[in-house]
T-cell receptor, first 116, second 109 residues
Framework: DAGVIQSPRHEVTEMGQEVTLRCKPI?????LFWYRQTMMRGLELLIY????????DSGMPEDRFSAKMPNASFSTLKIQPSEPRDSAVYFC??????????????FGPGTRLTVL | GQSLEQPSEVTAVEGAIVQINCTYQ??????LSWYQQHDGGAPTFLSY????GLEETGRFSSFLSRSDSYGYLLLQELQMKDSASYFC??????????FGAGTTVTVRA
């Protein structure tokens, strides 16, 4: 398996622009998580999905952030409009509900977002 | 809510043993995980403890004491490639993880 795939790997944009981050989870995984990592705040959970349904979005910082999972193999995290304080590395992770090592979350390589 | 405390930095020489402690406060507890993250990389899973005691996986071991809300990661026979950040993470609901701030381990020759 290719692992969790994220795109783009790097994104530089200007304040006020819309940013869309993409994630493809590992095939067969039914949980998908979006995290944000910064030096100041560490690794924060933003939102997670089970079987494409958002379960907990309490970590989404503001209405400028939205996430969707239209099918089992694709999810997006959108920021509109973007602000410099959104600069961070955004990770997507997936896991199984049961079977195998279901205690493990598999992380993608991350998207490094810079908002100027 | 939840809070996790772990040391910010540890430095040791090759071949040494390092113990990274993690204390936590959480309203719900299902288990304690450890993840490793190399600079510029993604977090990768090391271990998970749901019950008290020691779990050993090669050179790395993890311990949990639920009554003390405490765990540790033990790195033995340190190698240069072990230089990384190590995060403890509490599973405070069936499928959510809350991460500590991380401990940067630097291995010197």
């Amino acid at each position: 398996d290719a692992g969790v795939i994220q795109s783009p790997r790097h994104e530089v944009t200007e304040m006020g622009q819309e940013v869309t981050l993409r994630c493809k989870p590992i095939s067969g995984h039914d949980y998908l998580f979006w995290y944000r990592q910064t030096m100041m705040r560490g690794l924060e959970l933003l939102i997670y999905f089970n079987n494409n349904v958002p379960i907990d979005d309490s970590g989404m910082p503001e209405d400028r952030f939205s996430a969707k999972m239209p099918n089992a193999s694709f999810s997006t995290l959108k920021i509109q409009p973007s602000e410099p304080r959104d600069s961070a590395v955004y990770f997507c992770a997936s896991r199984l509900t049961s079977g195998g090592n279901y205690n493990e979350q598999f992380f993608g390589p991350g998207t490094r977002l810079t908002v100027l | 809510g939840q809070s996790l405390e772990q040391p910010s930095e540890v430095t040791a020489v090759e071949g040494a043993i390092v113990q990274i402690n993690c204390t936590y406060q959480t309203s719900g507890f299902y288990g304690l995980s450890w993840y490793q993250q190399h600079d510029g990389g993604a977090p990768t899973f090391l271990s998970y403890n749901a019950l008290d005691g020691l779990e050993e996986t090669g050179r790395f071991s993890s311990f949990l004491s639920r009554s003390d809300s405490y765990g540790y990661l033990l790195l033995q026979e340190l190698q240069m490639k072990d230089s990384a950040s190590y995060f403890c993470a509490v599973r405070d609901s069936p499928y959510k993880l809350s991460f500590g701030a991380g401990t940067t381990v630097t291995v010197r020759a």
